[in-house]
């Protein structure tokens, strides 16, 4: 089974999904160890490029982070993760029902964290603990209305504000993974770029002019560069 076909069925779930209410109960919610798991994701989208900005990645980064009525703070959005779904696709599930956002989650986690629900914050007991599954996803589409919009508000910030606003510590560690992933996919991409002068002349003036492909022929990768900071250099 290749990632295109895996790919393909994940925006065919997440188009269905849009129609439908928000999941309630924790009828089919999966526990190991006595821990909820919990799946969640960090969406993020680049700002385009204009003319005297910095192509620094930190600088064009903006990531979504939602609200809750009478809290100042905010969190990332997640939820429990339940036995007719894979992990991905309760993230997926998560970021459209609180959020009202779809697009390209990344391959794998970006790491587990384990902490305690909101309402069993101060208590001793092994009830409340929670393992949360994070991970990158790029945000492809925001809609005007979602599952549970009258509960959740929804914020782009910088990623300076992000690290105040986070609601606890452990969302700041998974931020923090998520800069680093980030910004070695990006060294990556980079490097690929420098092998191009070694092209022939035409050849590269082509892949210049070349558009990108889009994002869904990358299932692998956690994000996906547009191109305006990867300029082709020609050397003559």
């Known amino acids: 089974m290749n990632d295109s076909f895996l790919l393909s069925n994940l925006v065919m779930l997440q188009r269905i999904m849009s129609s439908l209410p928000a999941r309630t109960g924790r009828h089919r919610q999966r526990y190991v160890d006595q821990l909820r798991l919990v799946a969640g994701c960090i969406p993020f989208r680049l700002e385009k490029i204009v003319e005297d900005q910095s192509c620094n990645l930190e600088n064009r980064l903006l990531v979504l982070m939602i609200s809750s009525p009478n809290r100042d703070d905010l969190v990332f959005p997640k939820g429990g993760w339940e036995d007719d779904e894979t992990i991905a696709e309760a993230a ?28 069993r914050q101060n208590s001793c ?22 599952a549970e919009k009258a509960n959740y508000a929804r914020k782009w910030l ?45 050849d590269a003036q082509a892949e210049c002019r070349t558009p990108s492909t889009g994002c869904f022929e990358k299932p692998s990768s956690v994000q996906h560069l547009d191109e305006s900071c990867n300029k082709c250099t020609v050397e003559v």
Do not use: H, Q
Request: proline share 3%; glycine share 8%.
């Open 158 to 202: 910088t990623v300076d504000d992000a690290f105040k606003f986070c609601r606890y510590d452990w969302m700041r560690e998974a931020l923090n993974k998520f800069l680093t992933v980030l910004s070695k996919d990006s060294t990556n991409e980079a490097k690929e770029e420098l092998e191009f002068p070694t092209i022939p002349l035409a």
């Open 92 to 119: 997926c599930r998560e970021a459209l029902e609180e959020a009202g956002v779809k697009g390209i989650l990344g391959d794998k986690p970006l790491g587990v964290w384990e902490f305690r629900s909101k309402s």
């Open 125 to 146: 007991s092994l009830e409340g603990g929670c393992r949360g599954y994070m991970f990158a996803l790029e945000v492809t589409e925001e809609l005007d209305t979602w």
